[in-house]
Each structure stands twice: as C-alpha cells, then as structure tokens.
C-alpha cells in the first residue's frame, strides 16, 4: 500500500515522527538526534554530506496539525540559530499560510526548506517507506464506521424549499430522540437500528411586519400566522421567538435533509392578513383601519417526522411530534417461529448439528430458547423485538463425550474425568500408555494434551492400592 495524504491523516503524531526519523535516514542523514521540542522547538537534529559544502548540520521540525504560520516560521529560524544549525526543513503537513509561504520565499529561501503533506507523501513512496500496520487499521476501522453511520442514517436527500424554515429541523437529533427512546423501552441495541426513510410533514405559515396608530401613539412589531387560531402578534414578547423570525427574514429559502417533505397550507396569505387584523383590533381596541402592514413572508414550520426503521431483521415506525418532541414508536416483537428459526441456524452454525428438542420461554424483551441435540444441550437468549443473539451456552453431553473416545480409542478405558467449567480432561488408558484428552464442551473440539507410559503405570498402582482399601 502507497502513502496517500489520507492515509498520512490517520497517523497520530508520534507515528508521524517515527515515520519522518525513519525517511530521514533513508535521505541519506546520519546521526539522526531526536530534540526535546518544548525546549528547542525543533523535533531532530541531523548532519547530511554536500557535495559541494561538505558536512552540513540540519535542524528539522514536524507540525502534524494546521497551516504553519509566520510567526512560527521565524520561531523556528531562530531555533536553527540556537541549535547552530546550517539549515532547516521545515515540515507541515497541512502546509502554510499566505504570509508564512511570503517569508519563507522572500527571507528564508535557502536557509529554511518548506515541506507540506504531499512532499512528504512523495519521498515515502520513493524511499519505499512502508505504512504502519496500525496506521492502515485506524484507516480501515473508520472507514468503516463512517459507511455504517451512513447506513445507520439513511440515505437522506437535501430537499430546497422556496422559503426559510420558521423552526430549524435536524435529522440526526430526531434519529437519536428516537433510538433513545427505543434504547431505554425496548432494551433495543442502538446498532441495531437503521433509517430507511424520513419523511417531515411541513406546513406553511407567514411573518408579518405591522404598525398601528393607537390614539396619538405608533406601536409596531412583527407577527407569526400559522393558522386562523395560532396567531402570534407580538413577536418581540418572546425573545427566543423574535431570534428564530429575525433569522427567517434574512433568508429567502431554505433546504431540508429528509427522504421526503408533505406539505400543508391551514392558512392562505389573505386569511392570515385578515386573522392578523382581527387580533390586533381586538387587542388594541382600535379599528381595522388604523392597521398597517409592511411586510408578509411565507415560512415553513416542521411539525411531524414520520420514520420507517429496520431493527435487526424486524421493522419499526416511529412519529415524532417536532413542537412536543412526543414520541411514538410502532413495533411488535418476533414471531415465536421466527425466533426459533434463528436459534435452529444458529446451532446449525456453532454446533453442526439441528436441535431435537426446544422450548421457549419469554421474559421481557428477551426470549430464552433451549434444548438440545443429539451431543449437546443449548440455550440461546434472543432480543425479541431486533432478533440479536444476546448470549449463547452450549455443553456437550458426557454420553457424546464417551462416545467419541470410544470412537478414537476403541481398546482404551476411561480411568479419570473431570469437569471444570467449559471444559472436561480424560483420562484414557490404551495398550500403548494413558492418553490424556481435553474437551471444549461449548462445541466438542478436542485435542491430546499428554500421552504417558509413566502415567499408566501410577494409574495401575493407584487400582491396586484402591481394590486393597476396599477389599
């Protein structure tokens, strides 16, 4: 694998140093020193032969984040002086700023080499300079959960909308209301919950700027009309509210990240001029007449979000109400034949074998499905609601213990066995000595883990010494 600049990314600071120490030797440097850099603001010391000027001294300097800035250019001359250095590389991975790159071309040039990412990402690949295992784990590992955050999400679109939103709308918050919810009442994993689709319900509602003539007074202020019954004529009495109006008339439209948007219209734009009119003669106690308006702009108010999940192999809906925050999810837990199908595959798959026998018994959101088969016995918790195999035990029958040793030493006798958690140790004497054998009772393995002639021959005292006792 070749060095990108999002591979270099994913390096953590010390990794990029030990890389950067490795290149320079690779560079032909020697004697490659590393600096304390609180101390020095440098990162190594390293001593380089020129053709033509002979042995130079270098002092080099790693910045791992951000733009390099001029000021730290000339702290970083000044530490070539103070080490007696030659001259410098500078390495930045994300490069410098504007005024860094003038400095360095007008006052520096010769004395301090600039490096960003993609120098360095070249000399890597030049010199061969392997990538760290770590460094491609981190990669793949985010990655990863970048893709399944995104299938988590769902694949939302941005949708444009001819006017601004009076409330703003975030998926991701009404998703994780949601999962919450599902987490804490349904014991529901939150890995196991994914958005298929997301649709918002808007409906449509107008600002209003108004003056009024009151006796020999001028009031004025700002309205929201949602509907004939929710009018809000003075806006500047809610400071929150008037933050939210202020920001809509800034704004001529707007977007909305959904799956889909149902719109609704309660309220025309002349109905709500003459709601508007209606409220403030009646509250002011003058006459419509004296109303004047300035300004109308139509808005969007999200009110509901409509939710289609995949739980585990199940399915789910959920609403949420985006004034309340009320929630509602719709779910109903496995069939009882389907939750025994998974325990079936699942034996299948950990044991190799089909289950002869199964009961069920349900606590909560947790099914306990047991039984066994022909060598073992088995129980299998399942979350009912996502089908999750929570926990799995299984034990080898000691019948299918015998049975096997039978089959692998069909002369031998079994003369000790022992069980100890998930596993069982036999002893088996056979004509050529005593073999002993040591079980995996979760899923049958074995494998010999002593053969003695020693052993048979304390084995046969401790008989002897035994039938004496008895006898």
């Known amino acids: 694998m070749e060095w990108?600049?999002?591979?270099?990314?994913?390096?953590?600071?010390?990794?990029?140093?030990?890389?950067?120490?490795?290149?320079?030797?690779?560079?032909?440097?020697?004697?490659?020193?590393?600096?304390?850099?609180?101390?020095?603001?440098?990162?190594?010391?390293?001593?380089?032969?020129?053709?033509?000027?002979?042995?130079?001294?270098?002092?080099?300097?790693?910045?791992t984040k951000g733009l390099a800035s001029s000021k730290e250019v000339e702290e970083f001359a000044e530490a070539i002086i103070k080490a007696k250095a030659d001259r410098g590389i500078f390495l930045s991975v994300s490069g410098f700023t504007k005024d860094a790159k003038v400095l360095l071309g007008r006052e520096y040039k010769g004395k301090i080499i600039p490096w960003d990412g993609e120098r360095l990402v070249k000399e890597l690949n030049d010199k061969e300079i392997p990538v760290p295992h770590e460094v491609v784990e981190r990669l793949k590992k985010e990655k990863m959960e970048k893709e399944e955050?995104?299938?988590?999400?769902?694949?939302?679109?941005?949708?444009?909308?001819?006017?601004?939103?009076?409330?703003?709308?975030?998926?991701n918050k009404v998703l994780e209301m949601v999962m919450s919810l599902m987490e804490s009442r349904y014991k529901i994993k939150r890995e196991d919950i994914f958005l298929e689709e997301l649709v918002v319900e808007l409906s449509t509602g107008y600002i209003i700027l108004w003056s009024a003539k009151k006796d020999t007074e001028e009031v004025k202020d700002k309205a929201?009309?949602?509907?004939?019954?929710?009018?809000?004529?003075?806006?500047?009495?809610?400071?929150?509210?008037?933050?939210?109006v202020?920001?809509?008339?800034?704004?001529?439209?707007?977007?909305?990240?959904?799956?889909?948007?149902?719109?609704?219209?309660?309220?025309?734009?002349?109905e709500a001029v003459i709601a508007l009119k209606l409220k403030l003669a009646d509250g002011?106690?003058?006459?419509?007449?004296?109303?004047?308006?300035?300004s109308r702009r139509k808005v969007y108010v999200p009110n509901r979000a409509l939710l289609t999940l995949k739980v585990g192999i199940n399915s789910a809906k959920a609403e949420v109400d985006l004034k309340?925050?009320?929630?509602?999810?719709?779910?109903?837990?496995?069939?009882?034949?389907?939750?025994?199908?998974?325990?079936?595959?699942?034996?299948?798959?950990?044991?190799?074998?089909?289950?002869?026998?199964?009961?069920?018994?349900?606590?909560?959101?947790?099914a306990i499905i047991s039984g066994q088969t022909k060598r073992f016995v088995f129980g299998i918790a399942l979350h009912v609601y996502s089908g999750r195999i929570m926990k799995r035990k299984s034990k080898m029958k000691r019948e299918a213990i015998f049975s096997e040793i039978t089959k692998l030493y069909p002369d031998g006798e079994v003369i000790f066995f022992d069980e100890k958690e998930n596993r069982a140790i036999v002893d088996v004497m056979t004509p050529k000595g005593v073999v002993v054998l040591e079980f995996n009772l979760e899923n049958g393995e074995h494998k010999v883990v002593q053969t003695s002639f020693i052993l048979i021959r304390l084995q046969i005292l401790l008989r002897t010494l035994l039938k004496r006792i008895l006898t």
Request: proline share 5%; hydrophobic share 40%.
């Open 4 to 63: 990108t600049l999002e591979i270099l990314n994913f390096a953590s600071d010390e990794d990029i140093i030990r890389i950067v120490q490795g290149l320079i030797e690779s560079l032909g440097f020697k004697e490659a020193e590393r600096v304390r850099t609180e101390e020095w603001k440098i990162d190594f010391i390293a001593l380089r032969e020129d053709p033509i000027s002979g042995l130079e001294k270098y002092a080099i300097k790693v910045k």
């Open 149 to 171: 955050e995104a299938k988590r999400r769902g694949m939302l679109k941005a949708i444009r909308l001819d006017a601004p939103l009076l409330y703003s709308f975030s998926p």
């Open 224 to 244: 929201v009309i949602l509907s004939k019954e929710e009018v809000i004529p003075f806006v500047s009495r809610d400071v929150e509210l008037e933050r939210k």
């Open 246 to 270: 202020s920001r809509a008339l800034l704004e001529s439209e707007s977007a909305i990240k959904a799956s889909e948007v149902e719109i609704t219209s309660p309220i025309s734009q002349n």
């Open 284 to 294: 002011l106690e003058i006459p419509q007449t004296n109303i004047y308006l300035s």
């Open 324 to 366: 309340t925050n009320d929630i509602k999810v719709d779910i109903t837990p496995l069939p009882k034949e389907k939750l025994i199908e998974i325990a079936r595959e699942e034996c299948k798959k950990s044991l190799g074998e089909n289950p002869e026998e199964i009961s069920v018994e349900e606590k909560d959101s947790v």
